[in-house]
C-alpha cells in the first residue's frame, strides 16, 4: 500500500537553530500537505504542494515538492518556542490522505 | 478556517459498552468526513472515509461491525466503538474535507476503556 516516510522522528534544537523535516513517497503523489500539532492538541492544515517542485514559504517556513512529486520537505528558520510540536506531511493518494509518522520539534530556549 | 468540533472530548466506558463520537462541521458542509485513530507520540492511521448518504468505506484492518459510521447529513458523521474493549483506548479525530483537499480535523475524543 501507499506509504509516507517521514524523517527525522524527533528533534531537539536551540532556538534560532534552523529545523528540517523531510518526507519520501514511495509512489508519485498528486499532491501533498503538511499539517502541525502542538502537544495536546490537533492537526492544523499547514499547507499544501500540487505542482511538480513548488517551493512555498509562509513567514520563517519553507515548503518544497520534489520534481517527482515523490518527496517533499519543510525548512523553519531561526525557530521560536512557538515552533514546537509534530509536523506531519500526508501524502495525497487520490482522495486519501497518508500521514507520515511526524517529526517531534522541541525548542530550548 | 473551517471549524469542525467533536463530542465527547474525553470519554470513560466500561468494556462492553458502545460509545458515540459525534464529529460536526460548524460552519461549512462536508460531503467527506474521516475518521482516525492516533496512539500517543504516534502517526494518524486512517480507519474510514465517510460519505454523506452513503456507506462508509474502511481501510484494511478496520471492523466495520466494531466501528459503525454514519454520516446522515452534511454536517454530521457519528463513529460508535461497540463492545469497547481496553484495546480501543485511544485518540479518536475526525476530519472533515475542504474544498481544495485539504482536511479540517476535530479535537478529538480520548476513549478509555476500563
Known amino acids: 500500500g501507499q506509504q509516507v516516510m517521514q524523517i527525522p522522528q524527533y528533534q531537539h534544537v536551540q532556538e534560532g537553530e534552523d529545523f528540517t523535516t523531510y518526507c519520501n513517497s514511495s509512489?508519485?503523489?498528486?499532491?501533498i500537505q503538511w499539517y502541525k500539532q502542538r502537544p495536546g492538541g490537533h492537526p492544523v492544515f499547514l499547507i499544501q504542494?500540487?505542482?511538480?517542485?513548488e517551493v512555498k514559504k509562509q513567514k520563517r517556513l519553507t515548503f518544497q515538492f520534489g520534481e517527482a512529486k515523490k518527496n517533499s520537505s519543510l525548512h523553519i528558520t531561526a525557530t521560536q518556542t512557538t515552533d514546537v510540536g509534530t509536523y506531519f506531511c500526508?501524502?495525497?493518494?487520490?482522495?486519501?490522505?497518508?500521514f507520515g509518522a511526524g517529526t517531534i520539534l522541541r525548542v530550548k530556549s | 478556517g473551517a471549524v469542525v468540533s467533536q463530542h465527547p472530548s474525553r470519554v470513560i466506558c466500561k468494556s462492553g459498552t458502545s460509545v458515540k463520537i459525534e464529529c460536526r462541521s460548524l460552519?461549512?458542509?462536508?460531503?467527506?468526513m474521516f475518521w482516525y485513530r492516533q496512539f500517543p507520540k504516534q502517526s494518524l492511521m486512517l480507519m474510514a472515509t465517510?460519505?454523506?448518504?452513503?456507506?462508509?468505506?474502511?481501510e484494511q484492518g478496520v471492523e466495520k461491525d466494531k466501528f459503525l459510521i454514519n454520516h446522515a447529513s452534511l454536517t454530521l458523521s457519528t463513529l460508535t466503538v461497540t463492545s469497547a474493549h481496553p484495546e480501543d483506548s485511544s485518540f479518536y479525530i475526525c476530519?472533515?474535507?475542504?474544498?481544495?483537499?485539504?482536511?479540517?480535523f476535530g479535537p478529538g475524543t480520548r476513549l478509555t476503556v476500563t
Open positions: 460552519d461549512f458542509q462536508a460531503t467527506t
Open positions: 504542494l500540487v505542482k511538480s517542485g
Open positions: 500526508a501524502g495525497n493518494y487520490g482522495n486519501k490522505l497518508v
Open positions: 509512489t508519485t503523489l498528486s499532491n
Open positions: 465517510s460519505n454523506e448518504g452513503s456507506k462508509a468505506t474502511y
Open positions: 476530519s472533515a474535507a475542504g474544498q481544495g483537499n485539504e482536511q479540517y
